[in-house]
């Protein structure tokens, strides 16, 4: 089979295009014939060797912890798929030396989802990261909900950062098809654009300098949840739009590694101030959010493409090192690579 591998870290160009044997499934593994890979921020970040530069876990890497195709082989001892199902995968280089950039992937059971009949795999290929990061940041407020669907976030208003991104991008979707209300940041009547394509009942240049009268317009008794991106440039608008009680879910660090928080507003609020980070959120949020994402699917609320405010840029397996250079380079949208046929 073709694989992308790097043996060291550094830019796009340690990945390198080779020939590996077909590998095989042990017990509790799923072995899948990959249509389609998913790019995003993290599989930058860890070819480039982390926060810390740090070594590589395994001789060789194979990056990109989403995917979706086929399953082709199953290990002892699986249950609940067969061979020629349609799945979506996640985590699937999570402390694993083989990505989804290659032509088939073995992963365990538990980081392997069923594909809904009628969903493409553009869309099966966006969701992983970024639909569970969306998923956890709706479901952390403390008067909950823990899990996601429809009525779920009824009478609840939710404000996300940067919803012309995947992250943000799913955000707005999940949390409309839970029945909130939702306003989105943007920094562009095209990024404003693709927002409400996606399901923004409105959206804020956060640029203005009325930006919070505009969010505060939409929402007079504040925001309940934050989805949000750049928690060091945009602390003080979410603390001015913040609802009593309402929590700010933070699941990066565009903008810079350190916040200021200003101390007495959140105090009034009795903020809550969440980090989210899908490799260490825990299995039972982790599977909630798979079964409630793969309802979504069920439902069709999750569709991708400019039309539905997540434009997808592709590129084929060879040229996996531009695709990573693309989200490396803040690409608007989601980019993908084709794997193999469908």
Do not use: C
């Amino acid at each position: 089979m073709r694989s992308i591998v790097y043996t060291h870290t550094g830019d796009p160009s340690v990945l390198e295009l080779v020939e590996r044997d077909v590998p095989e499934p042990g017990p509790g593994e799923v072995r899948v014939r990959v249509v389609r890979s998913g790019v995003n921020p993290t599989d930058w970040k860890s070819r480039r060797g982390g926060t810390d530069g740090s070594r590589l876990p395994f001789p060789e890497v194979t990056p990109n912890q989403d995917g979706a195709g086929v399953v082709d082989a199953l290990g002892d001892g699986v249950d609940g798929l067969v061979v020629g199902d349609r799945v979506w995968t996640f985590l699937s280089a999570q402390q694993r030396p083989t990505g989804t950039a290659q032509e088939y992937t073995v992963l365990p059971l538990e980081r392997v989802a069923a594909l809904p009949d009628g969903v493409d795999w553009d869309v099966a290929a966006s969701l992983g990261v970024p639909a569970l990061t969306a998923h956890r940041a709706l479901t952390v407020h403390e008067d909950g909900p823990t899990r996601l669907g429809p009525g779920a976030l009824a009478g609840r208003t939710v404000l996300v950062a940067g919803g012309a991104g995947a992250v943000g991008h799913a955000a707005i979707q999940l949390a409309a098809w839970s029945g909130a209300r939702v306003v989105s940041t943007i920094s562009s009547p095209a990024k404003a654009a693709l927002a409400t394509a996606a399901g923004a009942h409105a959206t804020v240049d956060y640029h203005d300098d009325d930006a919070a009268d505009q969010v505060r317009a939409f929402a007079p008794d504040g925001v309940d949840v934050v989805v949000e991106v750049a928690i060091p440039q945009n602390a003080d608008l979410d603390a001015q739009v913040l609802a009593t009680r309402g929590v700010i879910a933070m699941y990066a660090n565009n903008g810079g590694d350190e916040a200021t928080l200003q101390v007495r507003p959140n105090m009034a609020l009795n903020a809550r101030y969440q980090f989210v980070l899908l490799y260490t959120m825990g299995e039972v949020a982790l599977r909630a959010a798979v079964e409630d994402v793969t309802a979504a699917l069920r439902d069709g609320a999750l569709p991708v493409g400019e039309e539905h405010g997540l434009p997808i840029t592709r590129f084929p397996l060879e040229r996996t090192a531009d695709a990573h250079d693309a989200v490396e380079h803040d690409a608007v949208g989601k980019v993908l690579v084709d794997v193999q046929p469908e």
